[in-house]
């Protein structure tokens, strides 16, 4: 290992994410990450689905001396890591069961004398000792553990065998190791330090807001003509459809197809052939849709799932946060419909039945939070953000809840009475007894505490509420945080610093109505907001795109490989916008790096070349001359970043350029009358007064000066950016 990380060390990291993965900039913390583990500590990783966890094994590996292990849930899924891994070059392999002694002897053959970078192993093989006894012999730098929350006997994942893991590590060696999972609760990621005793290990949380997705619930009436038609209204996307049972999977399957939808069916109870043919039919692209149980998905890393569609209520929100997050993680598109119904609950709380007292006691809460995710009002982003520990302090305006809200109401009475009771119990109750409390419901426990003798007691009842009414306000003051969880106690409920502050100083606090989703009525027939990010006009040459498209199935038919292995859907649109005719400009694409661009490069410049010749498209590199090649590469890509709402800090970020040049680049491309809509990123900086107000300067104005206008404002500590950004808006709007 790498003692002191140097600058040198950087450097080469830099250069290999690029050489290998075509990446040109690292994501969020994965460079600190790396870092971390590079200097031999303990690493905790926690990031959503899709925000790039692999890499922060996969880099170090390739960069250290020795072999890297790294622990995998499924068998059957550790190919599609493998054949990703080998289509950038890298000599990856797996060792399970399923190999001939033949396979098993040449993996270890690499493995001893060097060559093999990366291991993936279940952890019932790592447990087998002819496997252990030669791991000893193996050099090995660190081990990775995916899916880390598979530790955890509080989540909703968990694997026996995974808690055994720690004591296989310390046998093989004195190992670095980095933990990765994209779904944790405070309380189990808590038990994952534990167990593997890191709890000196630096944790790297990145937001679990996953800001393309589109969550949404509908009632769960006429279930089948509405998935029809939202899957109709999808054609041509790849989706998910999870359903509880084998028998609802079969059903759905054949419906669609009847229906004219390229579906199949992926369950436990098909023979493993079937199962493989069908999900490897699913990732080539020769279906639309897979229906299936949760079975299907763990470790499937297909980027360009437009649709996840819960047909019935998963059983706890780590399932269905990671169910979603399967959707759009490539970034773009990325559709969550979830049908519910209070039939489902009751049917998943019957499965329960037979467990022991404490696995039933779980499997009740973590069902309990999917009720009230499903029927609050409050904006689901919030909701699934606060699950996972995260507070987000607005709505995310890009959910059902806040595109078609519930009725609002207005309250600071109710929260002080919540708070105050809260308080006066000494947090250590939980929603139901505060609630009792308040509503003066005569029981035992009420009284044994003396709670019956609070001011508190009953004043909930002269309000005039039910008693949901006050369970949903309790569940809601969590999700604005003016009550906390603990994390050791399910259940039980604290007042944060916000909450302490609210009761000596009260204001009006906005509320939802619960959706009561038995009188929510369905409109079939509405099919306007099926494919709610869909619809914008697109920078990319579309033809272009679709014979990229075509050529890439047809290569990936020829090696056996599923599409996106050969290239993802952000890389060739980029193609499709920068129409690239060398090997160098080919690497130059993000997430094409020299090794894709040697295996598989050559045709698609072909097409590209041919394409160009044929409809006579000048290229940036054609009509300028090379100094400022760049500047129309720096537009085209401002503008398909703009199309995707990246934030001009992000694309300011990646092309290390300064915010202010990028606006600049921004200016030309409006002056020359190119529509940009910049709405989502003025609406995340400048508060929607203050817009309106510089909106109204430049409508009034004589000139559209920006000295004048920074004179104009000159008390109002408006910055030239702000007036610059309220300009494009304006010119855009009424100019172009
Ligand atoms: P996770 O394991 O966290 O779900 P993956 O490791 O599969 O996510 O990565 C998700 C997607 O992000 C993949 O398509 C991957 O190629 C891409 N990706 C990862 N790191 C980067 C990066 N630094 N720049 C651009 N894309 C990246
Ligand atoms: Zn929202």
């Not at 929350?149 to 968990?158: K, M, Q, R, T, Y």
Request: glycine share 6%.
């Amino acid at each position: 290992m790498v003692k002191q990380v140097d600058n040198v060390v950087l450097d080469t990291l830099k250069e290999r994410l690029k050489e290998i993965f075509g990446y040109s900039q690292f994501r969020g913390e994965q460079e600190v990450i790396i870092q971390n583990i590079l200097l031999g500590k303990n690493t905790f990783v926690i990031m959503p689905t899709g925000a790039g966890k692999s890499l922060c094994y996969q880099l170090p590996a390739l960069v250290t001396e020795g072999m890297t292990i790294v622990i995998s849930p499924l068998i059957a899924l550790m190919k599609n890591q493998v054949d990703q891994l080998t289509a950038f070059g890298i000599n990856a392999q797996f060792l399970n069961s399923t190999l001939t002694k033949a396979e098993m002897t040449r993996v270890k053959n690499d493995a001893l004398d060097g060559s093999l970078k990366l291991l993936y192993i279940a952890p019932e093989s790592l447990t087998k000792d002819e496997n252990l006894e030669f791991l000893k012999r193996v050099k090995i730098s660190f081990v990775a553990i995916d899916e880390a929350h598979c530790i955890s006997e509080w989540g909703h994942d968990f694997r026996p065998e995974y808690r055994r893991i720690y004591g296989i590590i310390e046998n093989i060696g004195n190992l670095p190791i980095i933990a990765l999972t994209a779904t944790a609760t405070p309380k189990v990621q808590q038990d994952i330090r534990k167990n593997l005793q890191m709890e000196e290990a630096e944790t790297f949380k990145s937001s679990f807001n996953r800001k393309n997705l589109y969550y949404e619930i509908r009632a769960k009436k006429d279930t089948k003509k509405q998935l029809i038609r939202y899957v109709r209204n999808n054609k041509g996307k790849s989706g998910i459809i999870y359903c509880l049972s084998r028998k609802t999977v079969e059903e759905i399957a054949e419906l669609l197809s009847v229906n004219d939808v390229r579906a199949l069916p992926y369950h436990a109870g098909l023979d493993s052939n079937t199962r493989m043919a069908n999900q490897d039919a699913f990732l080539n692209e020769e279906v639309d849709v897979i229906v299936a149980t949760i079975a299907f998905g763990m470790g499937i890393d297909k980027p360009d799932v437009r649709f996840v569609i819960h047909y019935d209520v998963p059983k706890s929100l780590e399932g269905y946060y990671q169910e979603t997050g399967r959707a759009g993680r490539d970034g773009l598109e990325g559709n969550c419909l979830m049908f519910y119904s209070y039939d489902d609950i009751q049917k998943l709380e019957k499965f329960n039945k037979d467990k022991t007292v404490t696995e039933r006691d779980n499997a009740r809460h973590l069902l309990n939070e999917m009720v009230a995710y499903s029927t609050l009002g409050v904006c689901r982003r919030r909701q699934l953000l606060s699950y996972f520990g995260e507070y987000l302090d607005k709505d995310c305006g890009f959910c059902d809840n806040c595109l078609k809200p519930t009725e609002k109401t207005k309250v600071q009475d109710e929260v002080v009475l919540v708070l105050r009771a809260v308080q006066l119990t000494e947090q250590r109750f939980d929603g139901d007894h505060i609630t009792d409390l308040i509503t003066a419901t005569d029981n035992q426990y009420v009284r044994s505490y003396e709670h019956d003798k609070l001011d508190v007691f009953g004043k909930g009842l002269e309000m005039n509420e039910s008693r949901d009414y006050w369970l949903s306000t309790i569940r809601q003051l969590v999700i604005l945080n003016y009550l906390e969880k603990d994390i050791e106690n399910y259940g039980i409920i604290k007042i944060g610093e916000k909450g302490l502050n609210y009761i000596n100083d009260p204001y009006p606090v906005t509320l939802h109505k619960d959706h009561n989703f038995e009188e929510e009525e369905v409109k079939v027939e509405d099919d306007s907001a099926d494919s709610a990010s869909g619809g914008s006009a697109h920078a990319y040459d579309e033809t272009l795109l679709g014979m990229l498209k075509a050529l890439r199935k047809k290569v990936a038919k020829e090696k056996d490989l599923p599409p996106y292995v050969i290239f993802q859907d952000p890389s060739m649109e980029e193609m499709a916008t920068t129409y690239p005719t060398t090997q160098q400009e080919m690497a130059q694409i993000n997430g094409v790096g020299m090794g894709k661009v040697q295996k598989f490069g050559r045709q698609f410049i072909d097409l590209i070349t041919r394409y160009v010749e044929e409809n006579d498209i000048e290229t940036a590199k054609d009509v300028v001359i090379k100094s400022t090649v760049n500047k129309s590469k720096i537009k085209i890509f401002i503008i398909s970043q703009v199309d995707r709402k990246v934030s001009l800090d992000e694309i300011a970020d990646v092309k290390d350029m300064a915010l202010s040049d990028v606006i600049e680049e921004v200016e030309h491309i409006c002056y020359s009358g190119t529509k940009l809509n910049l709405d989502y990123y003025i609406n995340q900086v400048i508060d929607k007064e203050r817009q309106q107000d510089i909106y109204d300067y430049f409508m009034n104005a004589e000139t559209d000066n920006i000295a004048a206008a920074l004179d104009e404002f000159s008390n109002d500590d408006v910055s030239e950016e702000e007036l610059r950004l309220m300009r494009i808006k304006f010119l855009s709007e009424l100019a172009n």
